[in-house]
């Protein structure tokens, strides 16, 4: 794994961080739908100790809401039946995650503590998946604090339509030329990460940390080279202290 973004989670003198890491291939697959419960509980585990809540993403913009009253076990077994592509939490107690190979995968971090992940691929940016995620803040009297953007492909490697880009702008709430590029091979792109800085942007959100491209770089799987497998963008509470980013 490799860490993004870690600070303090309690008060001064208390050693519990709040983390946001990256599984990488090296990981093994995290897709919830492919890969046998057994298989997830125990690579989940051998990563950070405990299992997460994971949804069934369906690039929408449905939101799947953590019971606080739910033992760790419990959200995990609810959260495997769900669709959604917006989770949201009053805190990280039970880890979360979501899983990705080349989409947008967000972690908002609230002042007041609430964590809300995101799962954002260009249909869902169109579909404004970013402003309902942002919108969970404010439903629990919470702000964001951090913004984390795990890895995703790059415009060099996400040739992408001109109709399409347009729908994508509209839904980030800019002109097309902002989240236009061209790829490595000179042909039109979207430019993802730029698509995502914009969405935050117009709630008055930057990124604090965004992840390298999937579709170049050989650490995560990528949809676009033709993988099936999938990492995931972990948020969690680490009680040990540790530092396992690279």
Known sequence: MKTLLRRPAGTPGDDTDLVVSSTERADGDLHPRHTAQSTLARRQ????????????????????????????????????????????????????????????????????????????????????????????????????????????????????????LEHVADGVGVAPDVVSATTANGEPALDVPAAVAAALGRHGVELDAAGACTGCAGHWFSHRRGESERHALVVWLDRAGGDDGR
């Open 45 to 164: 585990r051998a990563l950070i100790g405990w299992p997460w809540v994971m949804t069934d993403q369906v690039h929408g913009v449905a939101v799947h809401a953590v019971d606080p009253s739910d033992s760790a076990d419990e959200a995990v077994a609810v959260a495997r039946d769900a669709r959604a592509d917006v989770i949201t939490a009053a805190g990280a107690e039970v880890p979360l995650a979501v899983w990705a190979a080349d989409c947008a995968p967000v972690v908002l971090l609230g002042r007041r503590g609430r964590v809300v992940l995101v799962h954002a691929g260009w249909r869902g940016l169109a579909a404004g998946v970013v402003d309902v995620a942002v919108e969970q803040f404010a439903h629990s009297d919470d702000e964001v604090a951090s913004a984390v953007l795990g890895p995703v492909v790059h415009p060099c490697c996400y040739g992408f339509g001109a109709a399409d």
